[in-house]
T-cell receptor
Framework: GQQLNQSPQSMFIQEGEDVSMNCTSS?????WLWYKQDPGEGPVLLIA???AGELTSNGRLTAQFGITRKDSFLNISASIPSDVGIYFC???????????WGAGTKLIIKP | NAGVTQTPKFQVLKTGQSMTLQCAQD?????MSWYRQDPGMGLRLIHY???????DQGEVPNGYNVSRSTTEDFPLRLLSAAPSQTSVYFC???????????????FGAGSRLTVL
């Protein structure tokens, strides 16, 4: 099935560093969602984006809906240990009833 | 408020055995779905339901059955388990699905299934 291209696949970072990840699609989406999955838990919604160009923040997290409507970015500023986990992007288009999911970005903080 | 509750949390089966993964939500959500999560493959949709009495197939439905007799419950049945069904299974619900909503899903905590 169709998947989003999410990168990077994993990241090793130092506490306090900023983090960036992105998702790209070959088709246009009208909704972008970013989820975080803590170890042993289900994904939890972080940010939802509904308009091209939209920039939305949730604490230290900022996400943008790309102008082309084919990509989205998530930034985390000043990372802390509880940021570890897997971050998923998901998109929705009018031609597709279901959400399309990225494969996830695993964030690991170096001790 | 419990949200989405999945049971069991862990299960080990032998090849050919059958079992049911339970999912219940108390948010009066119309839309419910089952995903499986495998390393490096993200989340893949197995089956979904847009309301009581209505179910449909997702991306990877083979080997799984579902039913939706009430708004609250959406069990996933494995009729004859195979090692390829070893995975973590997530149930998720939302107020509405598809073009009528943003598919903002609420997930359960997951059920880890191992088939030997």
């Amino acid at each position: 099935g169709q998947q989003l291209n999410q990168s990077p696949q994993s990241m090793f970072i130092q506490e306090g560093e900023d983090v960036s990840m992105n998702c790209t699609s070959s088709s246009i989406f009208n909704t972008w969602l970013w989820y975080k999955q803590d170890p042993g838990e289900g994904p939890v919604l972080l940010i939802a984006l509904y308009k091209a160009g939209e920039l939305t923040s949730n604490g230290r997290l900022t996400a943008q809906f790309g102008i082309t409507r084919k990509d989205s970015f998530l930034n985390i500023s000043a990372s802390i240990p509880s940021d570890v986990g897997i971050y998923f992007c998901a998109g929705h288009s009018r031609s597709n009833y279901q959400l399309i999911w990225g494969a996830g970005t695993k964030l690991i903080i170096k001790p | 408020n419990a949200g989405v509750t999945q049971t069991p949390k862990f299960q080990v089966l032998k090849t050919g055995q059958s079992m049911t993964l339970q999912c219940a939500q108390d948010m009066n959500h119309e839309y419910m779905s089952w995903y499986r999560q495998d390393p490096g493959m993200g989340l893949r949709l197995i089956h979904y339901s847009v309301g009581a009495g209505i179910t449909d197939q997702g991306e990877v439905p083979n080997g799984y059955n579902v039913s939706r007799s009430t708004t609250e419950d959406f069990p996933l049945r494995l009729l004859s388990a195979a090692p390829s069904q070893t995975s973590v299974y997530f149930c998720a619900s939302s107020v509405a699905g598809g073009a009528s909503g943003a598919n903002v899903l609420t997930f359960g905590a997951g059920s880890r299934l191992t088939v030997l």
